[in-house]
């Protein structure tokens, strides 16, 4: 064997396997399919992600709504509880008042007579 052939046949044996392990024959190509593979599913967990998001803030809004009927219904219950409290009190004063008118009356025709 010559002396070129012997370095040519060592260089080799050393540079295969370093080519091997840094996948310049192909076994690059396993760790480029498992990297894809991995962006896949984090793209598919980002979609759920963002559906689930948008569930929420659905269901945000919709529990938003009902809170706001309920506070607007309590709000017009107990507007009408005081204007007809009002009213009561608007009549039972307007009822007095011309009691008190007819006593008046009376009383000033009495004395009147006198």
Request: negative net charge; glycine residues 4%.
């Amino acid at each position: 064997m010559k002396l070129w052939q012997g370095l040519l046949l060592v260089v080799l044996l050393v540079a295969l396997p370093v080519l091997s392990a840094c996948g310049f024959f192909g076994a690059g190509k396993e760790q480029q399919q498992a990297y894809e593979e991995q962006l896949k599913a984090l793209e598919a967990y980002e979609e759920q992600r963002k559906a689930y998001r948008e569930q929420v803030e659905a269901y945000n809004q919709e529990v938003l709504k009902a809170y706001q009927k309920q506070s607007d219904d309590y709000n017009q219950a107990h507007l009408k509880a005081y204007q007809e409290q009002l009213e009561a009190q608007n009549q039972a004063r307007l009822k007095a008042y011309e009691e008190y008118e007819e006593q008046t009356r009376i009383w000033y025709e009495k004395q009147q007579e006198q």
